[in-house]
C-alpha cells in the first residue's frame, strides 16, 4: 500500500510539474488585439491608453503565472483580450467623435458664411 501511495504521489507532482503551455492560439489572439489597439493609436487616447497598458501587464502575468497555474493563466489571457478589446473600441469612439465634431464646425461654419450671404443687411434704424 505504500509503494502505491508513493508512486501515485510521484505521478501526480510529474503531471504539475509539467504544466501545459498557455494555448498558442489564445494566446497569439491576445497579442494580435494588443497590437491592433496600439496600431489604431490607444495610446493617444486617455481611457483607451488605461485599458491598453492593463492588457499589457494582464498578458505579461499570464505568461509569469503559466508555469504554477496554467488555468489562471488562461484566465489572464482572456482578460487581456478582452481589456484590448476595450481598448481598441474606446479608440475607435474617440476618433468618430473627433471626427464628428470637426463635421459639425465645419458645418457650423458653413452655414454661419452663407447665412450672411443669403440674408441683406439690416437697413440702419430698423425696428426689432
Known amino acids: 500500500m505504500r509503494r502505491w501511495t508513493a508512486g501515485a504521489l510521484l505521478t501526480l507532482g ?3 510539474a509539467t ?7 489564445r494566446l497569439g ?3 494580435a488585439e494588443v497590437r491592433a489597439a496600439q496600431e489604431i493609436g490607444a495610446d493617444r487616447a486617455p481611457q483607451a491608453r488605461l485599458h491598453l497598458q492593463e492588457a499589457r501587464d494582464t498578458l505579461a502575468a499570464a505568461k509569469e503565472t ?10 489572464k489571457v482572456d482578460i487581456a483580450r478582452a481589456q484590448a478589446e476595450l481598448a481598441n473600441a ?3 469612439e474617440q476618433m468618430a467623435r473627433t471626427e464628428a465634431e470637426q463635421a459639425h464646425t465645419r458645418l457650423d461654419t458653413l452655414r454661419n458664411g452663407t447665412e450672411g450671404a443669403e440674408t441683406p443687411p439690416a437697413q440702419g434704424g430698423a425696428a426689432r
Open 66 to 75: 503559466n508555469a504554477t497555474d496554467p488555468e489562471g493563466a488562461a484566465r
Open 90 to 92: 474606446l479608440t475607435r
Open 29 to 31: 489572439q491576445a497579442e
Open 14 to 16: 510529474c503531471a504539475c
Open 19 to 25: 504544466a501545459p503551455p498557455l494555448p498558442a492560439e
